[in-house]
């Protein structure tokens, strides 16, 4: 099998490549197919894991690289993929998995998008162009003064600019010279203005605009989905409507059809550390079955990986008690009913050295000068100096004498070095798997036929869920009309129904998994519920022929068994 993406970062055409090749080499149990195509006419892959793809069961979703410099993504999703192949292809347990797990991995559906955001993710890799999703700029606002991220002196980088400025916020940074810190009031100088390597769009001549991280790409995918939408005057990068953009849209239309997908991982950069819902409430207004869910996914990360499960309401919002609206989190958690969460790939912190914060995303606002320092000292030492790099003279068409260069955060900084990328995929591999782990498992139990003579026959079945989850995955997705109970159908050959109907409901099976932080099963009161993850049914038929029973809903699919009946008279 291929593994280069464990030890460097794909572009699209080695992506394309090793989706391609594990397509061909296993028909029976890869399918690759385009979801959607983008702007730049690069299509948005799923490979779909599993033995008959069409047969619906539960699945499980893993994207990455929605963020098109957060690479790492698309290794980690490759590398979880590639670790079911495995399990199919030769029974090899992934990661030491139990036998037991392993056993329920082979009928989840596994639907991997490896990267969403492909034409942000080739720019960021072959041009040094930071965007945050896509590309595509089409703002009405013709008139505007933008900066324009490009390549200015033909190293193949669009990194940044600074100029020497009396009122500039920067200073370089003692003993690392090319290091930029912000400036302190006991600092002497020179002072330095910091912009992007590029130009300015309709530049009046005397006015340089305020650098923006989406001022010639407007559009954060991870805004641009339905839960929670807010326009863009209320929440930057939300793009015009909901689904606006062709990769979000591909994932809406795709995933509203497949209620199927009970987890569901999205893989950005950097931080380490996973963030799960909710969003906009804290944790005493979530439905606390689904919590004690969701701890017990956040103890197999921090078992696996040592990152943290936080709150992203609690832990993750920018500014206080206001939520990110839009994330794609938030549409698979409350109109998927997904158990979905974010892991924020490459602890860089940790490789710092630095104590993790709470709220956890103070780790990004309140670095020091002496955490900036740290991070270049663990660039030299340890990153082969990939992210701080020289700055060098440049006469700019508009500014004058300036000087590119600067900080390449690709490597080192939003993702991990080259070196480090192995241990990350087999990492969050360990962790993933077991979450899988937990689907729900609707299987025949007993079935007993009784004759009641005069050609009669009653036929008892059992119906149970022998999966960690129950049927209805999470009890806040018991609200969503898509999420139906269980039906029993009755397909009849030879004989005849002598009461009841040919369809009838069973409603929902709990599974046997509690999650965690619930206080069940502790010593000194060890009991579960009653046969809560069991429904039973009788049927009686005249005749001799055969029942075949069929029991169906969207979120598990579909299991059938016959019964032979022979009357007796």
């Keep these: 099998m291929n593994t280069d993406f464990r030890n460097h970062y794909l572009d699209y055409a080695e992506l394309t490549a090793t989706l391609k090749g594990w397509a061909k080499a296993y028909p029976d149990f890869a399918r690759l197919e385009s979801i959607g195509r983008t702007e730049e006419g690069r299509d948005i892959h799923l490979l779909t894991i599993g033995p008959e793809p069409d047969r619906i069961r539960p699945a499980v979703w893993l994207d990455g690289n929605m963020h098109a410099a957060e690479l790492c993504g698309s290794s980690v999703a490759l590398a979880i993929a590639e670790d079911m192949l495995r399990l199919h292809a030769e029974g090899e347990a992934p990661n030491d998995l139990p036998a037991v797990v392993c056993d329920v991995l082979r009928d989840v559906l596994f639907y991997v998008v490896p990267?969403?955001?492909?034409?942000?993710?080739?720019?960021?890799?072959?041009?040094?162009?930071?965007?945050?999703?896509?590309?595509?700029?089409?703002r009405l606002d013709e008139s505007r003064s933008f900066w324009r991220k490009q390549d200015m002196d033909g190293d193949g980088l669009a990194l940044a600019m600074r100029v020497v400025d009396d009122t500039g916020e920067c200073v370089p940074a003692p003993g690392f010279p090319n290091m930029m810190l912000p400036r302190g009031i006991d600092d002497e100088g020179p002072f330095y203005k910091i912009y992007p390597e590029g130009v300015i769009e309709n530049f009046d001549g005397k006015t340089i605009p305020s650098p923006s991280f989406f001022s010639d790409a407007p559009v954060d995918l991870n805004r641009n989905f339905p839960w929670?939408?807010?326009?863009?005057?209320?929440?930057?990068?939300?793009?015009?409507?909901?689904?606006?953009?062709?990769?979000?849209?591909?994932?809406?239309?795709?995933?509203?059809?497949?209620?199927?997908?009970f987890a569901w991982l999205n893989l950005h950069t950097f931080g380490g550390v996973g963030i799960r819902p909710l969003s906009d409430k804290p944790d005493s207004k979530m439905d606390q079955e689904d919590l004690s869910i969701f701890?017990?996914?956040?103890?197999?990360l921090e078992q696996f990986t040592s990152y943290p499960m936080v709150s992203g309401f609690e832990e993750f919002t920018y500014e206080p008690e206001t939520p990110i609206r839009g994330d794609l989190t938030d549409y698979a958690y409350h109109q998927r009913g997904a158990i979905a969460w974010v892991v924020e790939l490459w602890d860089l912190f940790a490789q710092m050295g630095l104590e993790r914060k709470k709220p956890f995303v103070k780790s990004y606002t309140d670095l020091s000068r002496d955490n900036m320092?740290?991070?270049?000292?663990?660039?030299r030492d340890n990153n082969s100096g990939r992210t701080v790099s020289d700055w060098r003279e440049f006469e700019h068409p508009q500014l004058g004498k300036v000087e590119i260069g600067g900080v390449d955060p690709r490597v080192g900084m939003w993702n991990p070095p080259y070196e480090m990328l192995s241990t990350i995929c087999e990492q969050h591999s360990a962790a993933f798997l077991r979450v899988a782990g937990m689907a729900p498992r609707v299987r025949f139990g007993d079935v007993t036929k009784t004759p009641l003579g005069g050609g009669m026959t009653r036929i008892d079945l059992t119906v149970e869920n022998t999966g960690y989850l129950p049927t209805y995955v999470l009890n806040s997705a018991r609200k969503l009309t898509w999420n139906e109970d269980l039906y029993l159908d009755l397909e009849l050959d030879g004989v005849e129904l002598a009461e009841g109907a040919q369809r009838r409901p069973l409603g929902h099976l709990d599974g046997w998994g509690r999650g965690a932080g619930t206080g069940a099963g502790v010593l000194y009161f060890p009991y579960g519920r009653g046969n809560?993850?069991?429904?039973k049914a009788s049927i009686v038929v005249s005749g001799s022929g055969s029942v075949t029973a069929k029991v169906r809903a969207c979120r598990i699919g579909e299991i059938s068994q016959e019964v032979v009946v022979e009357a007796e008279v």
């Design 228 to 261: 929670g939408w807010a326009p863009e005057h209320e929440q930057v990068g939300a793009g015009d409507y909901p689904g606006s953009e062709p990769e979000s849209r591909a994932v809406i239309e795709f995933t509203s059809r497949h209620p199927n997908i």
């Design 373 to 379: 320092l740290a991070l270049a000292e663990w660039d």
């Design 295 to 300: 701890r017990q996914v956040g103890d197999w």
């Design 115 to 138: 990267r969403i955001s492909p034409d942000g993710a080739e720019h960021v890799l072959k041009q040094g162009r930071v965007v945050r999703s896509n590309v595509r700029d089409d």
């Design 532 to 535: 809560t993850g069991t429904a």
